[in-house]
C-alpha cells in the first residue's frame, strides 16, 4: 500500500505561484511514476504532469513552461512548481502513483486562480 498527502493548494492572483507538494509513504518502492492530475467543476480530470522512477518527466502542453515537477527521494516526495497561474488553472489538483499492478490516489488539495 501507498499512501499519498497533497500540501500547498491555496488561493492566489493570476500570474501568481504555487507550490504543490506530495508526499508518498508505505510501500514507495514499489511506485515507478508518479503524477499530477487536476480537476476542475464540471470537467473531466486531466493529466498535468508526471515524473518516472528513473528521473524523466514529462508536462502537459497546456502547462508546459509554466509547471515543473520534481523530486525529493529522500524525503519520498514530489513537487509540483506552478508559476503564471492562470484562472483556468483553478482546479483540486491530485497526486497519483502507480506501480506493482496498483494505483493510488490522494485526498487532492483545492488550487484557485482569482482574475
Known amino acids: 500500500q501507498v499512501q499519498l498527502v497533497e500540501s500547498g493548494g491555496g488561493l492566489v492572483q493570476a500570474g501568481g505561484s504555487l507550490r504543490l507538494s506530495c508526499a508518498a509513504s508505505g510501500s514507495t518502492f514499489s511506485i515507478n511514476v508518479i503524477g499530477w492530475y487536476r480537476q476542475a467543476p464540471g470537467n473531466e480530470r486531466e493529466w498535468v504532469a508526471s515524473?518516472?522512477?528513473?528521473?524523466?518527466?514529462n508536462v502537459a502542453d497546456s502547462v508546459k513552461g509554466r509547471f515543473t515537477i520534481s523530486r525529493d527521494n529522500a524525503e519520498n516526495t514530489v513537487s509540483l512548481q506552478m508559476h503564471s497561474l492562470k484562472p483556468e488553472d483553478t482546479a483540486v489538483y491530485c497526486c497519483?502513483?502507480?506501480?506493482?499492478?496498483?494505483?493510488?490516489w490522494g485526498q487532492g488539495t483545492q488550487v484557485t486562480v482569482s482574475s
Open positions: 515524473i518516472e522512477s528513473a528521473g524523466s518527466t
Open positions: 497519483n502513483a502507480r506501480g506493482g499492478g496498483h494505483m493510488y
